[in-house]
């Protein structure tokens, strides 16, 4: 069974420009996280989808980040315009579904580094 | 509000030694309890999780751990520490706000000493 995709998994930009991550998660989750991770902190939920639709942004800054997840499947995260503080592991996650704690499943991590 | 406590940043032990890192746990009702470990350039990967029932847990790689209500903790033990098992170790508690949402601690960093 395959993973869930992440890329890139390195990224480099300067303040105020913008970045987008990609995440495949395993086939047939309909559930989908994104989280960030801060250096030396635990991984922070930023938004939770339950197939296409939203079922948790209350930790995403809005002004600055949005996400999408067409079709139920693939996800976009993106980050416009970025700041210094952004500079984290964003990871994607997935499981079976919202019900039950299903075990979520992680992906690689994107390394994003703002300069 | 819930939150994971997870004191210790770093440990070192010596290869063959016996590990135990600590997790206190703060949550309103019956948790469910996750350890994660996290290799570098990785992503998290499932030790162990209590949900119910017996409060000894077994997971993989030799790992286990005990959920103790009385002291709000669900520490992750190992009897015999292997070289590969440096990584930083995550404990996390769920759900949160209804919907499967976790709450992760800080991070214990794990070194082995040959």
């Known amino acids: 069974e395959a993973g869930v995709a992440q890329s890139p998994r390195y990224k480099i930009i300067e303040k105020r420009q913008s970045v987008a991550f990609w995440c495949n998660p395993i086939?047939?989750?309909?559930?989908l996280y994104w989280y960030q991770q801060i250096l030396g902190q635990g991984p922070k939920l930023l938004i939770q989808f339950q197939n296409n639709g939203v079922v948790d942004d209350s930790q995403l800054p809005k002004d600055r980040f949005s996400a999408e997840r067409l079709k139920g499947v693939d996800s976009t995260l993106k980050i416009q315009p970025a700041k210094l503080e952004d500079s984290a592991v964003y990871l994607c996650?997935?499981?079976?579904?919202?019900?039950?704690?299903?075990?979520?499943?992680f992906g690689p991590g994107t390394r994003l580094t703002v300069t | 509000a819930q939150s994971v406590t997870q004191p210790d940043i770093h440990i070192t032990v010596s290869e063959g030694a016996s590990l135990e890192l600590r997790c206190n746990y703060s949550?309103?009702?019956?948790?469910?309890l996750f350890w994660y470990v996290q290799s570098p350039g990785q992503g998290l990967q499932l030790l162990l999780k209590?949900?119910?029932?017996?409060?000894l847990v077994q997971g993989i790689k030799g790992f286990e751990a005990e959920f103790k209500r009385s002291q709000s903790s669900f520490n992750l033990r190992k009897p015999s520490v292997h070289w590969s098992d440096a990584a930083e170790y995550f404990c996390a508690v769920g759900p949160s706000g209804g919907y499967n949402k976790l709450i992760f601690g800080a991070g214990t960093r794990l070194a082995v000493h040959p």
């Open positions: 949550y309103g009702a019956t948790p469910y």
């Open positions: 996650a997935s499981s079976l579904s919202t019900q039950g704690n299903y075990e979520q499943y």
């Open positions: 209590y949900f119910s029932g017996d409060t």
């Open positions: 086939s047939g989750h309909a559930t």
